[in-house]
């Protein structure tokens, strides 16, 4: 194996959840990490172009990223991730994403790591497992690896202090952001969304920015048979923030199953908060968007107005 390994990551998916352990852990192998850029058009394309119809738009665009990728570097990083526990799985597409890419770019080099608890698959035995691959000593992949998770969960903490910061330090309106990470803050999917908001003197918060061990168990409050671990995770932010906000904004992508599910089941079952639902496609026009954001925004301004009203009355 030559020294100068060059690891390519694309910008979508699992990468806005473990950027930091991915990065960290390569860059104490030495291994040069490179990058896929912020989603724009031709990711968008290509990655359409890739992808059966039937795929939601989240993972068309992390096909456009692999696509991107192809001939920049040795290898490309695509886990597998099938569950944490009992009651404790992911949606499939993190299960398949391995074969999917596999199967539509043959000529790429991947690299992998498992996660499957339910067959002994740990996150620990994939990274070991990774660096030997690499041709790396299991000491160093082994003080690799820890420092990757010191420093992910350091900055999971830290993200979360901030935003309580935000919170008690902002008298403006609050709209807590119901979406995965990677739909959040790709360029696509959740920036027209939160930009608009910030345009309009919104303070966003944000769901995954929350401690996820917190919300997790959180999550109960809504639904105590629950599965997917990355949805309990944001749904239990709903009470976390609850007092401190002045509405929700739900953000997904169509057709995801599991969030189609969980955030309807969230509209039907919280009460005294205003929530609004966001269903992006590739064909999403971004003035109808905006048009829907300042509705929602309106008819929370004049509830809060008519609350302040009842009170001096």
């Known amino acids: 194996m030559k020294d100068n390994i060059t690891i390519g990551i694309p910008r979508a998916f699992l990468y806005f959840k473990y950027q930091y352990l991915w990065q960290t852990f390569f860059a104490e192998l030495n291994c040069q990490v490179i990058l896929s850029p912020e989603t724009n058009k031709k990711i968008l394309k290509d990655g359409i172009d890739a992808s059966i119809d039937e795929s939601c738009l989240s993972a068309k665009i992390y096909m456009g990223h692999l696509a991107y990728l192809r001939g920049k ?6 886990p597998r991730i099938v569950g944490f526990g009992r009651k404790e799985e992911v949606c499939t597409k993190f299960n398949a994403l391995y074969d999917i890419v596999k199967n539509t770019f043959k000529e790429v080099n991947l690299l992998s790591y498992n996660v499957d608890r339910a067959n002994q698959e740990s996150e620990f ?32 903490l830290q993200l979360a202090e901030e935003q309580e910061r935000l919170i008690l330090g902002k008298d403006k309106l609050k709209l807590l952001i119901i979406a995965h990470d990677y739909n959040t803050y790709d ?19 944000y769901a995954d920015a929350a401690d996820k061990k917190k919300t997790a168990l959180k999550s109960r409050l809504i639904s105590d048979t629950l599965y997917w671990t990355f949805n309990k995770e944001l749904i239990g932010a709903i009470d976390h923030y609850q007092q401190n906000i002045d509405g929700i ?8 199953g599991p969030d189609s599910l969980v955030n309807e089941l969230c509209l039907r079952k919280i009460k005294g908060v205003p929530m609004a639902n966001i269903i992006v496609d590739e064909l999403q026009g971004e003035a109808g968007l905006q048009t829907r954001i300042e509705s929602f925004v309106d008819i929370i301004m004049e509830r809060k107005k008519t609350g302040r009203e009842a009170q001096i009355g």
Do not use: W
């Open 187 to 205: 360029k696509v999917v959740g920036y027209p969304v939160v930009k608009h908001l910030e345009s309009l003197g919104i303070v966003p918060v």
């Open 125 to 156: 035995k994939g990274f070991m497992k990774m660096g030997r691959e690499l041709g790396k000593n299991p000491v160093l992949v082994l003080r690799a690896y820890l420092k990757g998770k010191r420093l992910q969960r350091q900055k999971e």
């Open 249 to 256: 904004i739900f953000i997904s992508t169509f057709p995801c």
């Open 73 to 78: 570097a040795d290898f490309i990083l695509v």
